[in-house]
């Protein structure tokens, strides 16, 4: 019994775990599927996670953006800190 509660307990946590790969498939029409498409953003996204984690709570806060910043605010606003941590480091991983 404890072993079928451990088990469920163990799915549950991997179905509402934030998932990089599903919040950034809102990320690719403008980045592109790899994260190198510039033609709307003006910038190929790169770096390690933890510089554009910091980058997407900057946009959140308003701290951090260019000219363009007004397209990004609204694409970050609703995510959670662990849903920008997990899409940073999904992006940090593209090659
Ligand atoms: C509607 C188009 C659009 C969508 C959708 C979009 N972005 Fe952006 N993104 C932009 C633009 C435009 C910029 C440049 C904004 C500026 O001037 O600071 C940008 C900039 C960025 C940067 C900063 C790059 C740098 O090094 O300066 C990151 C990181 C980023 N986006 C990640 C994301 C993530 C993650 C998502 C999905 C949750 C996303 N974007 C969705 C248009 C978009």
């Known amino acids: 019994m404890k072993k079928i509660i451990l088990g469920v307990a163990v799915a ?3 179905l ?3 998932d990089g ?3 950034y498939a809102k990320c690719g029409s403008c980045h592109g599927k790899d994260g190198k498409n510039t033609a709307i953003s003006g910038v ?3 770096g390690d996670a933890a510089s554009i984690e910091k980058k997407l709570n900057g946009y959140k806060d308003g701290s951090f ?3 363009k910043k007004g397209m990004m605010a609204p694409q970050v606003a609703s ?3 662990d849903d920008v ?3 940073s480091e999904y992006i940090a991983g593209l090659k």
Do not use: Q, R
């Open 79 to 81: 995510l959670s800190a």
């Open 85 to 87: 941590k997990a899409v």
């Open 44 to 46: 190929a996204l790169s």
């Open 65 to 67: 953006g260019g000219a």
């Open 16 to 18: 509402f775990a934030a």
């Open 12 to 14: 549950a946590a991997t």
């Open 21 to 23: 790969a599903a919040i």
